[in-house]
């Protein structure tokens, strides 16, 4: 597509339980980044991929929290042992590189009951 | 550490008037800066940017913003307001060098009269 693309659009899980938020950036951008936007605490960088590797972590909140890329494009952010307190909307953007404009998908908007 | 504060959290203007959101950095040097548009369940929209030059920067929609050094602001402007601008604005800045790492303020609600 032409967009970065996040699934699912809508998780709900309890707590305690494992999830997995995908995000499939805009092709060809070799920079992908994770957000988290919460009322309290509003847009929070997470983790920010050149590639595949991840030269700036410093945002993940706590070591439940941990993400990768594979092949340069597909992004998946894992958030172990959920609490309520992770809830809030993920969201995922791209950049053709890590010195360009970032866009964004919708999000997903994760509710841990 | 850089910061972002927007210090107005909710705006009403009415359609046809102009518009002025604010935006005040604070950083060692002069940050990459950014204005982005939210509408409700979508992610962020890019409306324009500044890096370097030309302190004052056209953007999409019909915003333009103006980077004033001296005051530490990039603050967002609209001549005419239209009822679909209603939505949520966010400035962001970035390190010298590198787009990566945003830090974003808190947000402006727009709303639209008619």
């Known amino acids: 597509g032409a967009g970065v693309s996040q699934s699912p659009s809508n998780k709900v899980t309890e707590k305690g339980k494992d999830v997995e938020l995908r995000c499939d950036p805009i092709s060809g951008h070799t920079a992908l980044y994770w957000y988290r936007q919460s009322l309290g605490q509003g847009l929070e960088f997470l983790i920010y991929f050149q590639g595949n590797s991840a030269p700036d972590k410093s945002g993940l909140p706590s070591d439940r929290f941990s993400a990768e890329r594979t092949g340069g494009s597909v992004s998946t952010l894992t958030i172990q042992r959920t609490q309520q307190e992770d809830s809030a909307v993920y969201l995922c953007?791209?950049?053709?590189?890590?010195?360009?404009?970032?866009?964004f998908g919708d999000g997903t908007r994760l509710s841990i009951l | 550490a850089q910061s972002v504060t927007q210090p107005d959290i909710h705006i009403t203007v009415s359609e046809g008037a102009s518009l002025e959101l604010r935006c005040n950095y604070s950083y060692g040097a002069t940050p990459y800066l950014f204005w982005y548009v939210q509408s409700p369940g979508q992610g962020l929209q890019l409306l324009l940017k500044?890096?370097?030059?030309?302190?004052l920067v056209q953007g999409i929609k019909g915003f333009e913003a103006e980077f004033k050094r001296s005051q530490s602001s990039f603050n967002l402007r609209k001549p005419s307001v239209h009822w679909s601008d209603a939505a949520e604005y966010f400035c962001?800045?970035?390190?010298?060098?590198?787009?990566?790492?945003?830090?974003f303020g808190t947000g402006t609600r727009l709303q639209v009269t008619l």
């Open positions: 953007a791209s950049s053709l590189d890590g010195d360009q404009p970032q866009h």
């Open positions: 962001a800045v970035g390190a010298p060098g590198t787009a990566s790492k945003l830090t």
């Open positions: 500044y890096f370097s030059g030309d302190t």
